[in-house]
């Protein structure tokens, strides 16, 4: 198509330039005589000019620009859309973030009070057995202090009657010193108690 034309218009100027043919010496364009051809081949080419941007190029231009157009408003809208969903997502994590954290004090606590009220039935228990170990203590130690000072005591009535017998030498009333040993034993024992 372009061809065509480039041909039309190459034969249209042939015909209608007769200078074309002639040599003469001078400048055409300030002949008069030509400026009717000058001014048609002026208004030809710019129209045709005209005519080609605005029917071919043009369009292809603003078809472009168009396009970017909606791509960068599509893409705006998808920023927009992704920039939301992001926030919402960080909410949604602060969220999960903050129930985490309430979740573990409340653990944090439950175990801490479930673990003093472990602690205190335990020393409870702890105390209790050292309550009754020092109670069969003491009452080992009564029996053992009661036996000794049985044991002291006959320990004691055979030595004196022992010292008795040498000293003397002549034995001794068991009974009397018996209740001499036994006496002196109530009385240290009621100053030390």
């Given at each position: 198509?372009?061809k065509?034309?480039?041909?039309?218009s190459?034969?249209f100027?042939i015909?209608i330039?007769p200078s074309?043919?002639?040599?003469?010496a001078?400048?055409?364009?300030?002949?008069?005589?030509?400026?009717?051809?000058?001014?048609f081949w002026l208004i030809?080419?710019?129209?045709m000019?005209?005519?080609?941007i605005w029917?071919?190029i043009?369009?292809?231009?603003?078809e472009?620009?168009?396009?970017?157009?909606?791509?960068l408003v599509?893409d705006?809208?998808?920023?927009q859309k992704?920039?939301d969903?992001?926030?919402?997502?960080?909410?949604e994590?602060k969220?999960?973030i903050?129930?985490a954290?309430?979740?573990a004090?409340?653990?944090?606590l439950?175990?801490?009070r479930?673990?003093?009220?472990?602690?205190n039935?335990k020393?409870k228990?702890?105390?209790q057995?050292?309550?009754?170990?020092?109670m069969?203590?003491e009452?080992q130690?009564?029996?053992f202090k009661s036996?000794s000072?049985?044991?002291i005591?006959k320990?004691?009535?055979?030595?004196?009657?022992?010292?008795?017998n040498?000293?003397?030498?002549?034995e001794?009333n068991?009974?009397?010193?018996t209740a001499?040993?036994?006496?002196?034993?109530?009385?240290?024992?009621s100053?030390?108690?």
């Amino acid at each position: 198509m372009r061809k065509f034309l480039l041909l039309i218009s190459i034969i249209f100027f042939i015909k209608i330039n007769p200078s074309l043919g002639k040599t003469e010496a001078g400048m055409p364009q300030l002949n008069p005589e030509f400026w009717l051809a000058q001014i048609f081949w002026l208004i030809f080419i710019f129209g045709m000019l005209y005519i080609m941007i605005w029917k071919l190029i043009l369009p292809k231009i603003t078809e472009s620009i168009e396009n970017r157009k909606k791509h960068l408003v599509n893409d705006l809208d998808e920023a927009q859309k992704i920039k939301d969903n992001a926030e919402k997502k960080l909410n949604e994590y602060k969220i999960i973030i903050e129930n985490a954290k309430n979740h573990a004090k409340k653990i944090i606590l439950e175990n801490r009070r479930k673990l003093e009220l472990d602690i205190n039935e335990k020393r409870k228990k702890f105390e209790q057995e050292i309550e009754k170990e020092i109670m069969n203590t003491e009452k080992q130690i009564k029996k053992f202090k009661s036996s000794s000072i049985n044991n002291i005591n006959k320990i004691a009535v055979e030595i004196s009657n022992e010292i008795i017998n040498n000293t003397l030498g002549s034995e001794a009333n068991l009974s009397s010193v018996t209740a001499i040993v036994e006496e002196i034993s109530r009385i240290k024992m009621s100053r030390n108690i």
